[in-house]
């Protein structure tokens, strides 16, 4: 797929669908690579995209297609993102109706060759933001090598309230694992915000986060920024592993 006018593939309420072998090219904005709304049982593996916006975004309700979200998976791709996230998960829901939930997600075995976003507020390139009363939960981020950050951050969650896209804060992010992530160069600090005390984060567990060559077993405030309402992060090494 060379240079969409939008997205590269748009799944819509939807379900049983497979992505093998798919390369794509875009250069317009907001022009997405794969973008997956109110869907499940989604497989994408094997691709290969540079993007002028998200790589794979993965949202509940929006535009004219409603419900949750669950059951996608990601595999043995590569991304590059020109602006915004390589992989993004839980901007868009149904607001009206008390958001939606998004849900059993893994992403693994992926390079992302860059990350540039000269917004804060768009930073991460492995992004969860909860937004538009969204709950998010049961993801895994696995083996996992970000090659460059010349401009945002490694990770970023948070539940937010974004003006630009959400009429209302997301709900909850709990129940996260990064294993085997790995990333070497200057960045931003990730974060990890809860937008207060009843829309916390909880339940993020970094297994083997390997920055600039160095197993993470506990939080550095130069490296992950995490709030009062971001509870239970945990962070475990396992000698043994190679990342």
């Not at 401009?151 to 969650?157: E, F, P, S, T, Y």
Request: glycine share 6%; aromatic share 10%; charged share 25%.
């Amino acid at each position: 797929m060379i240079d969409p006018p939008h997205y590269s593939i748009f799944i819509g309420q939807s379900e049983q669908i497979v992505i093998d072998n798919f390369k794509s090219f875009s250069t317009r904005g907001w022009s997405d690579g794969i973008d997956i709304m109110s869907s499940s049982e989604i497989r994408i593996r094997d691709v290969f995209m540079r993007n002028s916006d998200d790589c794979i975004a993965i949202y509940g309700s929006r535009w004219d297609f409603y419900g949750d979200t669950r059951n996608i998976s990601v595999h043995d791709s590569i991304l590059w993102a020109d602006v915004a996230h390589p992989l993004m998960i839980g901007t868009h829901g149904d607001h009206e109706r008390n958001g939606d939930v998004i849900e059993s997600i893994v992403f693994a075995n992926i390079y992302i060759l860059n990350h540039h976003e000269p917004q804060e507020n768009y930073w991460g390139a492995l992004a969860i933001n909860a937004g538009d009363r969204n709950k998010v939960c049961n993801v895994l981020y696995e083996n996992i090598r970000v090659e460059r950050i010349e401009q945002g951050q490694l990770i970023d969650v948070r539940v937010v309230y974004n003006k630009d896209y959400n009429p209302e804060p997301g709900t909850s992010i709990r129940d996260i694992t990064f294993r085997d992530i790995s990333y070497s160069g200057r960045a931003n600090p990730s974060r990890i915000y809860g937008y207060d005390e009843e829309r916390a984060v909880e339940n993020v567990t970094f297994v083997n986060l390997r920055i600039n060559g160095e197993l993470m077993d506990a939080p550095r405030p130069e490296l992950i920024d995490i709030n009062h309402f971001a509870k239970n992060i945990l962070f475990v090494t396992e000698k043994n592993t190679v990342v």
